[in-house]
């Protein structure tokens, strides 16, 4: 996998995070502008599930098997958007919470892809 393109997405999950969990302190549900938020980490979780499948048909091999590294490209592209549903069915703070709860688990996903992958 592309070192570059997981810590991008580690990163504006991490931001999401943050931003998500401070709407959440300050009492406020999901807004527009996190949705967006959520699509443009949504967008970069897709972009890794493509580089992640062109690299297995290219003949890349993942260190601990294709099967879990193909699972964990999946539960980490729909991590966000099942959480950013989940705030839209609790319009409160912890619909907020829940998307901050949603991009932790991209970002820890993310590390655990790029142990899946790595051969050293």
Known sequence: MLTAL???VSVAALLLT???GFAAYRDQPTKDWHFVGMAVVTVLA???LVVGVVRLA???EAEEGTTIFVAYLLGAFFAVPAAGFMSLVERSRWGSATVA????VLAVLEVRLHDIWWVG
């Open 6 to 8: 997981t810590v991008t």
């Open 18 to 20: 943050a931003w998500c």
């Open 46 to 48: 897709l972009a890794q």
């Open 58 to 60: 290219s003949g890349g």
């Open 101 to 104: 709860a949603g991009a932790v």
